[in-house]
């Protein structure tokens, strides 16, 4: 079975601290790939300064160009809106019977997970990759068979910082994979 790491999220937009922690996980946690899977509509965050999904899958395809085990994920485009978790997970693997996906999130979701669409199912079928947050404990996963806790690096990060700057056209060329910035400039989005 190939083994698939599933990164949900607006990517509103994509930034390095997304590709470094995939990057993290291809390597010490040996997913065979990792997947970007673009959310159309989260349920829990406002659509107000949401980009149009196309859009932000081709910013993804534009940043993960030269990692072939990174792939960009449009699967919940055809699901109905908002996306839950659970759903797209069981579509995924009735379309892709030979792969085997676990979920990567931050501690500060695990933590909300009770808010989520059949949290206990999805804690019981599937596997959980969970990084640490700032100010969010992970002390209740640590027992649990279907959490893995990954040790990797903080990011300060986070797309609303990244949408804020490019609104007070700041060049922040560096927090953006290589080419995001200047098609985001090129294009005239976020601003």
């Not at 809106?81 to 069981?90: E, F, G, H």
């Not at 019981?124 to 996963?141: F, T």
């Amino acid at each position: 079975m190939k083994q698939v790491g599933l990164l949900f999220g607006s990517f509103n937009p994509v930034h390095i601290g997304h590709l470094a922690l995939a990057n993290y996980i291809l390597e010490y946690e040996k997913p065979d790939e990792i997947w970007f899977v673009v959310t159309p509509l989260n349920p829990f965050k406002e659509s107000a300064d949401l980009l149009d999904e196309n859009l932000r899958l081709g910013i993804i395809q534009l940043a993960i160009q030269m990692e072939p085990r990174f792939k960009a994920c449009d699967f919940e485009f055809s699901l109905p809106r908002p996306s839950y978790t659970i759903d797209t997970l069981d579509q995924l693997s009735l379309a892709f019977p030979d792969h085997a996906f676990s979920v990567i999130m931050g501690a500060d979701n695990l933590l909300a997970i009770d808010k989520w669409k059949e949290p206990e199912r999805l804690l019981k079928q599937y596997q959980l990759l969970v990084y640490p947050r700032p100010g969010y404990s992970l002390d209740q996963a640590i027992n649990h068979t279907n959490i893995q806790i990954i040790q990797a690096p903080l990011f300060e990060i986070s797309s609303t910082m990244i949408r804020d700057a490019l609104h007070e056209n700041k060049n922040i060329r560096f927090l953006l994979p290589h080419g995001v910035y200047d098609y985001i400039k090129e294009k005239s989005l976020y601003i």
